[in-house]
């Protein structure tokens, strides 16, 4: 079986196959499979930590086994888990009364894969409710108009997403869409330049440093420098700058366009000859 421990900000979690063990908020859970069972410390008779073997046991009302026991591999992590149970151990109090042991049940997998799907569709992105849009109501157009050769709408169906990914795609890389605030409403200022020196690859490479119509001091961060020290911001987000560097950009663009842009468009030929035999059929 696979057995390993990690590190997370509630402390250790020792875990075996389908069992797992960590405290929480003065508790120990216990997982196996989908159930949990979730022990005070109050109901905790004693930990034993011995070798790569971590038993626990409760007082006899705990409403479940007695003995609890894991095995983990890592002898550090079994007595690291097991001083941090010990830590949360503490007498009833003065009546004697103790907090229950709660049991929690997952559901199911298609049962959860079902309610994480309606929440996304109803509270996530946008995105989500377009694509339950088009499955609902662009398979059954795919399917039921009599467009030919019949076996086109399907494939032009499952092609669509993948051409709107990849052009999607090419726009981010090319900053199509950054270019198109800019030209609607950027401002061009003169800026001063200076070399970024914490850039990587991933970073941007210069610092600049400019002014806005409002007089505002802006230090913002640009990848690339064009020939003139000029630059190029959003009114209405300043940070957000374009270097004038048209004939690099092209290249770029072409590039990025060879790389993602061609394939989505190519992915995309299906569902255009579908829709326009589609706009045909009343007028055959």
């Given at each position: ?31 196996r499979?989908?159930?949990t ?16 073997s ?26 690291a ?17 103790r ?110 440093h ?41 290249g ?5 366009f ?27």
């Amino acid at each position: 079986m696979n057995e390993s421990s990690t590190e997370s900000a509630a402390g250790v979690i020792l875990a075996k196959g389908r069992t797992r063990a960590w405290v929480e908020r003065d508790a120990l859970h216990w997982k196996r499979g989908r159930t949990t069972v979730i022990v005070p410390g109050q109901q905790i008779r004693s930990v034993e930590a011995a070798g790569q073997s971590l038993t626990v046991r409760l007082f006899e009302g705990a409403r479940t086994g007695t003995v609890m026991t894991i095995r983990n591999r890592r002898p550090e992590a079994v007595a690291a888990l097991g001083a941090e149970i010990e830590a949360i151990l503490r007498d009833g109090g003065p009546s004697g009364n103790r907090s229950p042991v709660r049991t929690h049940s997952a559901r199911v997998w298609p049962l959860r894969a079902t309610a994480g799907l309606y929440a996304r569709v109803l509270h996530g992105s946008p995105w989500w409710r377009r694509a339950f849009w088009y499955v609902v109501l662009g398979f059954p157009l795919a399917v039921w108009l009599p467009v030919e050769p019949w076996g086109l709408g399907i494939f032009a169906w499952a092609l669509l997403p993948l051409s709107v990914a990849l052009l999607r795609l090419w726009v981010s890389m090319a900053e199509l869409d950054t270019r198109w605030v800019m030209w609607r409403r950027g401002i061009t200022v003169r800026a001063r330049f200076e070399t970024n020196p914490h850039s990587t690859s991933e970073t941007a490479g210069y610092i600049v440093h400019f002014r806005t119509l409002d007089d505002r001091e802006i230090t913002a961060k640009s990848p690339v420098r064009g020939h003139r020290d000029e630059i190029r911001y959003d009114p209405q987000n300043p940070s957000h700058v374009l270097a004038p560097t048209r004939i690099a950009w092209l290249g770029y663009a072409l590039a990025a366009f060879m790389i993602m842009g061609l394939w989505g468009a190519l992915c995309g030929i299906p569902a255009v000859l579908w829709s326009l035999r589609a706009l045909a059929l009343p007028f055959r």
